[in-house]
């Protein structure tokens, strides 16, 4: 991995479905995106972690605080398709899509990701954790199933596997939204039109996986607070409040 040249991207859309302006939104007195970006810079793995977005808004305060930022176009589908028009201007072997509504990232997250790497055969990372038992049931937690090697057999807001016997089952996986790409598996990820699966699923990593890319999962050291909801960022102000 020391000899690959790897780059940290933030997508940062102003503009939300769920929470309005979410990235630029206060917690213990720094905007979301700051926070993404410390955790990421502080890694010392990723050389630049840039912010990728389309609102000067965001620009304006991503360079008030000497965050690097790069400007996309606002008609970028998601944030993988953003993470690859940045990449266009990064000349790098990894691309590491980090989402911009991550606050309680640490830097400990990404050696893990990274190390996947160290193996050949992998294009594709991203991380899982023990999927809480008040989460197991809910579609915004995805869950995740791998085979012995890591790699990732499916991707569901269901409840996966299912388990018909009732018999006690409890190593539920739940994904969390960090993907390391290759240089060529992103190219071709951002090529790809979307997909069955991933339209009834909206889950986006399924395109990779029905057009036959792997997905290499490590084990994240925690759980994290994603924020999509004004509960979910409360939570985030309790747990950060006093690092700053």
């Not at 389309?54 to 993470?83: N, Q």
């Not at 400990?108 to 193996?119: E, I």
Request: glycine share 4%; hydrophobic share 45%; proline share 7%.
């Amino acid at each position: 991995m020391s000899s690959l040249r790897i780059a940290g991207v933030i997508p940062a859309r102003l503009s939300s479905t769920r929470m309005t302006r979410k990235v630029l939104r206060s917690i213990a007195g720094r905007p979301m995106v700051e926070w993404v970006w410390r955790a990421a810079q502080a890694s010392g793995l990723m050389d630049p972690v840039v912010v990728a977005t389309d609102a000067d808004e965001v620009a304006e305060a991503c360079r008030t605080r000497r965050i690097p930022v790069i400007m996309t176009s606002p008609t970028c589908p998601s944030g993988s398709d953003r993470v690859r028009e940045a990449a266009r201007q990064i000349d790098a072997d990894i691309y590491v899509n980090i989402q911009g509504d991550e606050p309680t990232l640490t830097s400990d997250f990404f050696p893990p990701l990274l190390r996947l790497f160290d193996r050949p055969e992998v294009e594709v990372a991203t991380l899982a954790v023990d999927c809480p038992a008040e989460e197991i049931a809910n579609p915004n937690a995805v869950k995740v199933v791998t085979a012995v090697d890591g790699r990732a057999l499916y991707f569901s807001r269901a409840t996966i596997p299912f388990e018909r016997d009732a018999m006690g089952f409890s190593e539920y996986r739940k994904h969390l939204g960090i993907y390391a790409y290759r240089k060529h598996a992103l190219a071709r990820f951002s090529a790809l039109a979307p997909t069955p699966l991933e339209k009834v699923e909206r889950l986006e990593q399924l395109r990779l996986l029905e057009n036959g890319i792997a997905i290499y999962v490590a084990d994240a050291p925690r759980d994290t607070i994603g924020v999509d909801t004004e509960e979910d960022l409360a939570r985030a102000e309790a747990a950060l409040v006093g690092t700053a």
